[in-house]
């Protein structure tokens, strides 16, 4: 058998991980493909700058086009993350002939079916497992081990730094600031964390696996978002009261000819697995008609973690190579024309059960008007809660209601509002709360 | 592309699942694949009985060899379990040309070489992710997803018999002969339990994890077990009030040169994730060196969740049929001639801290003869309770040790048993404390 020879391009956190993996258990994977994985040529802006491994000087390189057209390599390695210049050198190198492994999410969320077309017409693999779930090999599972499932649903802890920040809200009573501040401080968010903050990471990730799972694709701009910087830490207080922990879930649902997807806060009972998911962990329950309950949790991103899943795509295309093949497993999980025609529920006509949580003056009759507001909808009512002390003179009031559609609390809420016995918006938060088969048999 | 054309022997409870699968999934599965998976003839002893699913009966035959030799079938899915004949039938199907697929972990265990030299010499796949795990994808991760990493330690909840059993002692105070009783007349139990009792079932499929994730073949017999049936409720009872649930694990852990692979009832602190994976469902809390932690959860038995491994494993072959390849992935994860030379480390000589559960006259002196006697051998002790009335005249007294060599435990507990205060065997179970890098870091 022949070595693989791979060109990195990007030798920032994640591509310095992919280098050390390569160089430091080349053994390990020389006996487990029966062949060597040669990283041959780096390149980046920055070349000079001390990554804390040993890289051969004549190995680096700032030219990214000698590494595309150098005919020795066989597989590219994109992990300098963005659109530009990242699509045009995937591209190039699909052209060169090369096979592509990338990170890159928000490419693959804005411009996966150029570039998956791209690698068909040059009939080249591009893997991407090290986008969706960091060290969970999500994309493998859903793609080749469930095949034969129909997605009941899939839930998801997709960003660590949104799971880090909730999970230091709930434990130690944290402001959203505060947690936020402690979450940068330890590497766990970024400096401008907006990405992670407003739920567009985790919606670029659902994007993905809807598209892998029910073979829809580009479905971004349908997927309902929000994030989490609404969270206040009473709401995280009342929730766990209530016997639930606020996690941002990240949710796929088969509706039969139709699909939910959603990215929101949501109370999480205590007695789901994916409650027990604290700190900068990511989890994936996925739900089939066949394989029924299953949940895969790991590091979602880091330069490690990261990187074992870019490896273990390379090794992949490397034995696709060494059988002489490629395309073996459609990009995106579905046969060329064979996806379902499925479509998005727009988030109005879901239902769900809600959360909510109104700043009321402490007066007769306003209970009755909130009750009334939402009895007129259809909307009712599982609990109240009433509690605490005034703040400026109102007093929170916490309700927990039944399924309702989304629209009609939105009406509802909409008129509550507009009551003068109310302060401000009302907090509006959906609650998990599966029909249980048995006591183990949840999310 | 061509159908791909599957013979199917045994039509019990798995084989049932794997037609219903095939037929109800068919769909679905010709979407992603892109081609067709067609069961074309099952053989069974019985083809009389109904199985609650619509087989033409022109599919059903008695006549194993038929289906084997059969020139149109590509996949020989054995159903059949047991040693003879599924050992002969497999091994006749490789040399026919076939590629097979089967969920037997006891055929694996004891003639896994053989029949993977056989494979090899044929040029045929031999596929089994239904053998370990159930629906969980574990072969796979190990063998493709996590390839770049050097198995840290892989923790295993890998029977659901005992998992069932130990969580209902645990959750309602049960005994174990209750328990048990209630896990047969769920179906969770068979009515001969003894290979899942006794830990044997586990220890097969750790076999086989062994293998795939260290490279080292046929390691069954080196292999500590212990299984459940010595486990008493007063001991679930102290451990609750440790902070520990008891957990029947199968653990393999690298120690360099050596490998320790051992089953055993274990105390599982309640901030692990594998504490709260209850009832009849297994899981694998994975540590690798660069992915770092992860945790593999799902259904480790029954007729569906088995079925869908085995119909992953038939269209993961189906692909290699129609790229014209075969031996794409080494059977048992490591190359030919690749494996290393690790061995596995005799039990006297791990290390682990223990729970010690003495039955001893409540008599001044007694506890200093007991710590004496552990003080002998270097072994420490983190806490004694002495609690609850006296029973025939003995008071259990409960230990917890620092971390001690299993051969002194073994003679600290043969001294302890001789004392004429103590009461019968003195019981140990091995207790699981990892180092913590931080509180999230937990199997």
Do not use: W
């Amino acid at each position: 058998m022949q070595d693989i020879k791979i060109g990195l391009l990007g030798l920032g956190t994640i591509g310095t991980g992919v280098a050390q993996t390569l160089f430091n258990n080349k053994k390990v994977l020389e006996q487990r493909l029966g062949f060597s994985l040669i990283l041959k040529k780096i390149a980046d802006i920055d070349i000079t700058t001390d990554r804390g491994i040993d890289i051969p000087r004549d190995m680096l390189t700032t030219d990214a086009a000698s590494v595309i057209e150098d005919p020795e390599i066989d597989i590219i390695v994109e992990l300098i993350g963005g659109i530009k210049p990242a699509k045009t050198f995937i591209t190039d190198a699909l052209r060169a002939g090369k096979h592509v492994v990338t990170a890159n999410k928000a490419l693959l969320a804005s411009h996966g079916k150029e570039l998956f077309d791209e690698a068909k017409v040059n009939e080249r693999d591009l893997y991407f497992e090290a986008a969706v779930g960091g060290g969970i090999p999500i994309i493998k599972t859903l793609r080749e081990a469930l095949i034969s499932n129909n997605y009941t649903f899939i839930y998801g802890i997709l960003n660590g730094t949104c799971n880090y920040i909730l999970t230091e809200m709930t434990e130690n009573g944290s402001t959203f600031e505060n947690a936020l501040d402690k979450a940068k401080s330890l590497g766990y968010a970024e400096a401008d964390p907006t990405l992670d903050i407003d739920g567009t990471d985790s919606a670029h990730k659902l994007g993905i696996i809807v598209s892998l799972a029910y073979g829809i694709p580009s479905s971004m701009d349908k997927i309902y978002v929000e994030g989490i910087s609404g969270i206040d830490s009473l709401d995280i207080a009342f929730a766990k009261d209530l016997g639930y922990k606020i996690k941002l879930l990240a949710l796929a649902i088969d509706r039969g000819n139709q699909i939910e997807a959603r990215v929101h806060p949501t109370l999480v009972p205590f007695n789901y697995l994916l409650s027990k998911v604290d700190g900068a962990f990511n989890a994936f329950y996925v739900r089939g008609d066949i394989v029924d309950s299953t949940l895969y949790y790991g590091r979602g991103a880091g330069m490690m973690p990261t990187a074992s899943a870019v490896v273990g795509d390379i090794a992949d295309i490397g034995r696709n190579i060494q059988s002489g093949i490629a395309g073996r497993i459609p990009y995106l999980g579905y046969g060329e024309g064979l996806s379902s025609k499925k479509q998005i529920i727009p988030i109005d006509n879901i239902t769900s059960n809600y959360y909510l949580r109104i700043n009321a003056i402490d007066r007769p009759g306003v209970l009755a008007k909130i009750a009334g507001a939402l009895g007129k909808r259809n909307i009712s009512i599982v609990s109240v809660i009433q509690k605490g002390r005034q703040q400026k003179g109102f007093v929170p009031v916490v309700l927990l209601t039944h399924e309702a559609k989304e629209s009609n609390i939105r009406t509802a809420i909409q008129e509550i509002a507009s009551f003068e016995e109310i302060d401000r918006n009302p907090i509006v938060i959906r609650v998990e709360n599966k029909d249980l088969k048995d006591n183990r048999d949840v999310p």
